[in-house]
């Protein structure tokens, strides 16, 4: 049995993620694909546009086998720990032979390998040169850049500008974000890269059959639509499925986004107030900067924007806020860092058909298999109840959001059964 891992955030589902999981069975050889997936909240640091259960089940209606739940505190830590979490989840489940991702330039096998061993090992010169960027008061990526450089030496400067080129691409920073993982713990996954087709990670083109999920949910979240709804232009860019769930969604008034947050982010910003540097490695300065903003606020988008700056990204300061906003501050990280983020794995759905895998996963992980969280106070360790902890007050923030926003009621994680299709 060969197994394929994807690390995904499906925010939504759309055509790429379908022919990313059609391309990494046909290039891998998989009998199974497993989906590790972003629970309500994702990486860019905001809410999911839909519940993860029904992204979960967008996601096996497109091909997935098995969902499995990336913790909060892995999704909402930086892309480090993104990554980590992702590949340490697979890495720990016993049975995934392969982790596939997306990227702009799946052929630079051996760039990628050469700046992966570079961004693990953190040899002198690069951990120099980035202290020296940083302090300069370059953003990270650049100083980041710089510092790959240093350690890479390019022999020409057409080289120099392929490696710029390759280091500025969202998906290849990912990407590499994986490798270094896989090489930091030890990994035995091999890696399938497949090449990112049409649209760009942050486009807002919707002219091919492949377009961002920035684009989708730009779509989708336009104040106005010239006929009512996005039907016309969102029908070519998702599956049959997909098309059906998102409409209904978006005609209810059920896609949530950070603004409906608004008023509890404010709360929450207003309650630790001081403490906001606990929620940042080197939060000193954002802390202040938030904190003398405060009187400001008006809504979550609108003060990303006033507190972001050229050395804190707008991604950056909202995954912050979202942090803030669910009380994962830097000690509640270190302690998920310490145990992979990944101590045991959370199933949200699966196809009957991948009956052979699940029996598969529970005889050989090394970390309990959850199936419904009611067992959890049986199977988990003490880490492993206060990382889950944090998904199940995700879940009921979100649930409550939603249910003021529209009315409609989900159910908590403790009564919603499994998506088995």
Known sequence: MVTAGIIAEYNPFHNGHQFHIEETR???????????????????????????????????????????????????????????????????????????????????DALFLQTARVLAGEPAVYRET???????????PKARERAALSCLQPASEAERENIRRFLSRPNNTLGLEYQKAILKYGCRLKTCRVSRRGSGYHSREVSSP?????????LLLAQTHADGTPAAALQSQVPPSVFTQLLAADQQHALLREHDFSSLLFYALLKNKDRLDAFHP?????????RRLLEDFTDWDSFVLLVKSKHQTYTGVSRYFARILLNLDQEYL???????????????????????LLKELRRKTDIPVLMQPAKADR???????????????ASELYRHVLFSRCGRRLRSDFRQPLIVL
Request: hydrophobic share 45%; with cysteine.
């Open 130 to 140: 980035l202290a020296a960027g940083l302090r300069a008061g370059e953003s990270f």
């Open 282 to 290: 080197s939060g000193a300065d954002l802390a202040a900067r938030t």
């Open 210 to 218: 492949f377009a961002s999920a920035t684009a989708i949910r730009s």
């Open 26 to 108: 046909r290039e891998t050889g998989a009998d199974f694909v497993i989906a590790v997936m972003s629970g309500n909240f994702v990486q860019r640091g905001a809410p999911a546009l839909l519940d993860k259960f029904t992204r979960a089940r967008m996601a096996l209606e497109g091909g997935a086998d098995l969902i499995l739940e990336l913790p909060a505190a892995s999704v909402l830590s930086h892309a480090e720990g993104f990554a980590a979490g992702g590949v340490c989840l697979l890495e720990r489940s016993g049975v995934t032979d392969w982790l596939s991702f997306g990227c702009e330039d799946s052929g630079e």
């Open 334 to 356: 270190q302690a998920a860092a310490r145990c992979q983020y990944a101590p045991y794995a959370r199933v949200l759905g699966f196809r009957q058909s991948a009956a052979p």
């Open 379 to 393: 199977l988990l360790s003490k880490d492993g109840l206060r990382l889950l902890q944090s998904d199940l007050d």
